[in-house]
């Protein structure tokens, strides 16, 4: 029998593991530039902190992979990287404002489908302690600038406040059934004005006014109040960092957690495809049990930034970092191969010798397959001349070269 | 309430977590210099792998994370990356030799000590497809050259060959009980010779004969048989990779897998920490479905590495990657200290500023308490000069210097 990765779960072969961590070296360092300093914290944490509340609460067991340890430890492999960095910050005393990135995975029990998987990486940054929206257009810029890098042109971060949508919807609708209306309106992406209303009308409430209000397209249309005035804040912040064009104000905008407060966000790639999302949770980490402490933080979803990248080839890398493969002639000459793989790595070049005993035609054969770049060609003439045949597998065209000449190209490629 | 990590888990604060990322990054760069390619695969497992024969066997969900999911799947966290790998080779078709690496976290339900973790990192390479010894020396060499990086000078990898341990305890033990024999065997750095020799007794196994062979120092003392033959190779070539002072032949060497069928390592520091091993796993490819397929592979304890690393001021790095704080002195000089800190970033500059709207004494002590080595001081009359003081932490001299020859300090550096 033949063993698949469990349902929801997917294997990345080298081609895609490559391409997820140039990823996530782009996010790595620019991260890093901004000042965020990586955490890392388990795969799984006790149940009671993820159901607690300001969090999911307790109906989060039907979303996440829930099991107990041998001594019957409630346990759940962590839905985000939010909570874990509350229960850090909790219970730890760094330095405020603490910047913290972390790239790692996250495991939700939803059902599988296109770009949706039960287990995926996420890229998060966060800033705990500070209440400026400084930091939120930190974050924001960084992801930007992540974006840029990585060769999107056309994304968009919808921008909102949980402060104007609680404000503009408590006229017209009454309070008890405000968080229903948030969860029907999170869904307009999906099943459109239409879908809205009809659930609305479900719930028993009047479709029109709400609509109404999700038709608003400017920030100017709205009157004043907190949330009008954080959002306006935020716009003439990152006026300042150069990133406003990228920001739009999306009064529809929910985003499914119940732990934000303040400002949210949700960035999208062309073809409004999601690949992320944050906002200002300023309660979260009071009600795990730490102090009273401002936090904010956005999240990027690398599978399927990696999915729309490969989608429209945006990547320009290699298929293997392998640049040089070694080729004996015959058995006689590998131990000159070895010799020469030793002193090309002790060069710092990526290289391979044949493991497998194949004669000439074959090692030729592997490095094709693998696509690596290049060929040194190994046998006894070769070495008692000291100058070696470099195959160019692209062209096919050879030059021959000494070993010292060959490690100089190298080192300038 | 406070909530602390599952029993058996811990955080890494961002010091350590940086300290982690070296080791990491270092031992990707040497995977990636050998030839290895990336490969990720699931947390979690079905059961079956976990528990395929070959492998564990049923007696794993006593030391794994065994849980099911919503539809009463059977899974269990990794407790290895070998078993994964294991999976995706014998169900997909890559060229051979398929040289992978992989830098995850792993899981037993074992019990927590000093040095001793239920999730821990390792860092894997294996060689799969090849039955050469080349191959695992290859893997050797790529030890030996991460932990030369890091800084280790007296680390030591025991050797031996599962072989050549049948071959010599069938001699004197009932082949019944050599499983039994091996598995006592493997706790003599726990328990010492004469532990060994105790439980030994209670299996009703005479120790005399079995402590004879454990205390053969040198392979020349060895008869001749194939387990001999692989190890005398195995030597012959790692002298060719310059590693054989590294390899050091230890005939108690067992290792605890059970998939081992030939020679099997153990890397150990300084004062006798393992931090890691591996060998080679002829059958376990064919075990669990695949094509009958030799392999080899080795591992490294990453936690463990930090740990030593850290008791022994090994390394050499900040603790902060941020390379300077821009300070403004007031708040009518925010604005001018977010556009330099823009500056400083577009010039990929590791840079922080203030998010606080704290006094200027305030950031100073920021930045002091994240030991960032440089404030940049941004103030009206600095503006108008265009001219800042760059403050050096350290020291506390100040240097009044103009944004582009800062900027050319820091990309010096």
């Known amino acids: 029998m033949k063993f698949q990765p469990p349902k929801g779960t997917r294997d990345l ?8 961590q140039k990823i996530m070296e782009i996010c790595r360092s620019v991260f890093t530039k901004y000042g965020f300093e990586p955490l890392i914290t388990p795969a799984f944490e006790s149940f009671e902190l993820l159901s607690a509340k300001g969090g999911l609460g307790e109906a989060v067991k039907d979303e996440i992979y829930y099991f107990k340890d041998k001594s019957d430890r409630e346990l759940g492999l962590r839905f985000d990287l939010t909570m874990p960095l509350a229960r850090v910050v909790s219970s730890t005393s760094l330095p405020k404002p603490f910047k913290r990135y972390v790239i790692d995975k996250v495991w939700r029990y939803d059902n599988p489908q296109s770009m949706r998987w039960r287990e995926f990486w996420q890229a998060d940054i966060d800033v705990v302690g500070s209440g400026s929206l400084l930091s939120d257009v930190e974050c924001l810029s960084a992801i930007c600038e992540i974006l840029d890098k990585l060769g999107f042109t056309d994304y968009k971060i919808r921008t909102n406040s949980r402060k104007l949508l609680q ?7 009454a309070k008890e059934k405000i968080l229903d209306v948030f969860r029907i309106i999170d869904k307009l992406e999906k099943i459109g004005f239409d879908g809205v209303g009809d659930e609305l009308k479900n719930k028993g409430v009047d479709p029109t ?22 959002l306006g804040e935020l716009f003439s912040i990152a006026k300042k960092f150069g990133i406003e064009k990228r920001l739009k104000f999306d009064i529809s905008l929910v985003r499914g957690l119940e732990y934000y407060t303040s400002v949210v966000f949700e960035v999208s790639l ?5 690949c992320g999302g944050g906002g200002r949770y300023d309660a979260l980490i009071e009600k795990v049990g730490g102090q009273s402490m401002p936090a904010t933080g956005i999240s990027l979803g690398l599978d399927r930034i990696l999915e729309v990248m490969k989608e429209n080839n945006m990547f320009k890398t290699e298929k293997t970092a392998t640049k040089v ?11 000159d ?3 020469i793989t030793k002193t090309l790595r002790e060069n710092d070049i990526n290289s ?5 005993g194949r004669n000439f035609g074959k090692q030729l054969e592997y ?39 060959i490690i100089s190209i190298f080192s300038k490629l």
Chains 1, 2 share one sequence.
Do not use: C
Not at 352 to 356: A, E, G, P, S
């Open 167 to 173: 404000n503009e919807f408590e006229k017209i609708v």
């Open 367 to 405: 490095a094709n397959s693998l696509q690596i770049p290049y060929v040194l060609i190994v046998g006894p003439t070769e070495v008692k001349k000291k100058k070696f045949e470099l195959k160019d597998m692209k062209t096919g065209k050879q030059r021959e070269l000494s070993l010292n000449q």
């Open 13 to 20: 072969l080298p081609e895609d593991a490559s391409k997820l």
């Open 352 to 356: 391979q010798m044949d493991l497998m």
């Open 209 to 230: 006014d709400v609509l109404n209000i999700l038709k608003i397209g400017s920030l100017d249309k709205i009157s004043d109040n907190d949330g009008k005035k954080e």
């Open 325 to 335: 493969f070694v080729a004996n002639v015959d058995e006689n000459a590998l131990n």
């Open 270 to 274: 062309g073809a409004n495809v999601s």
């Open 337 to 339: 191969a070895i010799k």
